[in-house]
């Protein structure tokens, strides 16, 4: 079974606007992490933000934000007034805290396009 | 500080050959993790090092092995390449914080070519 899913293969966005990208995890296990990745063409990962499964708030990092709804296993990336260098592959992935067995589990990514 | 590095950048193997790439952590961390991404499968974890030791293995042959020496470099290994081996393969380094909390930041990858 799947434990990552983004459900949006691509996405076209008016630069300025903001950007919602979905993404929902299944696990059983009570302690585990949740992170987002930005990867342009270039190749390389980039860490954007990270929320933890006891976290009481909903994570930020400048213009990403995290919209966590634990009960419906759900991890929203939420990008704010958008610019064209937003443009990448976007993966959400989660680590399990029984020591990470599995390392990092991605999703299948969302291409987002910004377009001026 | 400087982030984590891999070299070589980009390779260029025919079937049957033998591959070794590297990889550098970010300074103080001692957990280096390594990925397979390819078109097909997508992002797959491949093994973690930590102290020196293998901690976790992911569903791969035998012919991709690793090693982690005692300055938390890392090296990978794949034998008797095969055309499927052909993708991108990043490595990551972390704290190794307790937990799923542990934030893996990733190097640039290599490119890997099987012709």
């Known amino acids: 079974a799947q434990k990552i899913t983004q459900t949006q293969p691509g996405m076209f966005v008016q630069e300025k606007e903001a950007v919602t990208l979905d993404c929902t995890y299944d696990t059983s296990d009570p302690s585990y992490g949740l992170f987002w990745y930005k990867q342009p063409s270039s190749g390389e990962m980039i860490f954007l933000i990270y929320q933890g499964s006891y976290d009481q708030q909903n994570a930020t990092e400048g213009r990403y934000s995290l919209n966590f709804q634990k009960a419906r296993k759900s991890a929203n990336l939420v990008i704010s007034a958008s610019q064209l260098g937003d443009s990448a592959m976007y993966f959400c992935a989660m680590r399990e805290g029984r020591g990470g067995a599995d390392g990092l589990t991605f999703g299948k990514g969302t291409h987002l396009i910004i377009q001026p | 500080k400087a982030g984590v590095t891999q070299t070589p950048r980009y390779l260029i193997k025919t079937r049957g050959q033998q591959v070794t790439l590297s990889c550098s952590p970010i300074?103080?961390?001692?957990?280096v993790s390594w990925y397979q991404q390819t078109p097909g499968q997508g992002l797959q974890f491949l093994f973690e090092y930590f102290s020196e030791t293998q901690r976790n293995k992911g569903n791969f042959p035998g012919r991709f092995s690793g090693r982690q020496f005692s300055n938390s470099r890392s090296e990978m290994n794949v034998s008797t390449l095969e055309l499927g081996d052909s993708a991108l393969y990043l490595c990551?380094?972390?704290?190794?914080?307790?937990?799923?909390?542990?934030?893996?930041?990733f190097g640039p990858g290599t490119r890997l070519t099987v012709l």
């Open positions: 990551a380094s972390s704290l190794n914080l307790l937990g799923g909390t542990d934030t893996q930041y």
């Open positions: 300074s103080g961390h001692r957990s």
